[in-house]
T-cell receptor
Framework: KQEVTQIPAALSVPEGENLVLNCSFT??????LQWFRQDPGKGLTSLLL?????REQTSGRLNASLDKSSGRSTLYIAASQPGDSATYLC???????????FGTGTRLKVLA | NAGVTQTPKFQVLKTGQSMTLQCAQD?????MYWYRQDPGMGLRLIYY???????DKGEVPNGYNVSRLNKREFSLRLESAAPSQTSVYFC????????????FGSGTRLTVV
């Protein structure tokens, strides 16, 4: 059974720092992995989608990497800003399914 | 704006009452999903519909029913609400095909008292 873990559960950093959020999954047979952002009381916004054949994806200050063989993905945020404060969720879609399995998220606070 | 629309945004029910959560997407997506989000538990799949005319159970289907009314709409029904169903419910949709991810609605916050 696929399980997705995100560590740490919470993180506080000063503005301007570069930071890395971690996601690990137990079954490497995946189609893709998606990173989401969730603001308090809001829905999920897709940030990056990495296919199983890709090593990384970039969007602005965000870079997500995927190492399928080791069951790990990282989300790198460059030059963090207070507006980046949110919960970040990763989700994996296992091969042969339509469904995503979600981690419990990392709650990020960027201090001004 | 194109996307996934959920109604209502908030609802309070008494134990034993029934209600239907509505979800509609205008992106011509084939697949639709219902998740619930609880503190410390992450998002858990309740039901999904891979394509119009099909529905399947997810991880936590007990106490719920769904209807895929047409390609655009996928509703979630609570027949007899229980306090354990207090949660935030999210609907999502996707294109069929392994290269595509989810688009989420903004959620329904449900409280059962």
């Amino acid at each position: 059974k696929q399980e997705v873990t995100q560590i740490p559960a919470a993180l506080s950093v000063p503005e301007g720092e570069n930071l890395v959020l971690n996601c690990s999954f137990t079954d490497s047979a995946i189609y893709n992995l998606q990173w989401f952002r969730q603001d308090p009381g809001k829905g999920l916004t897709s940030l990056l989608l990495i296919q199983s054949s890709q090593r990384e994806q970039t969007s602005g200050r965000l870079n997500a990497s995927l190492d399928k063989s080791s069951g790990r993905s990282t989300l790198y945020i460059a030059a963090s800003q207070p507006g980046d404060s949110a919960t970040y969720l990763c989700a994996v879609r296992a091969s042969g399914t339509y469904k995503y399995i979600f981690g419990t998220g990392t709650r990020l606070k960027v201090l001004a | 704006n194109a996307g996934v629309t959920q109604t209502p945004k908030f609802q309070v029910l008494k134990t034993g009452q029934s209600m239907t959560l509505q979800c509609a997407q205008d992106m011509n997506h084939n697949s639709m999903y219902w998740y619930r989000q609880d503190p410390g538990m992450g998002l858990r799949l309740i039901y999904y519909s891979a394509s119009e005319g099909t529905t399947d159970k997810g991880e936590v289907p007990n106490g719920y029913n769904v209807s895929r009314l047409n390609k655009r709409e996928f509703s979630l029904r609570l027949e007899s609400a229980a306090p354990s169903q207090t949660s935030v419910y999210f609907c999502a949709s996707s294109v069929v095909g392994v290269g595509y991810g989810y688009t989420f609605g903004s959620g329904t916050r449900l409280t059962v008292v």
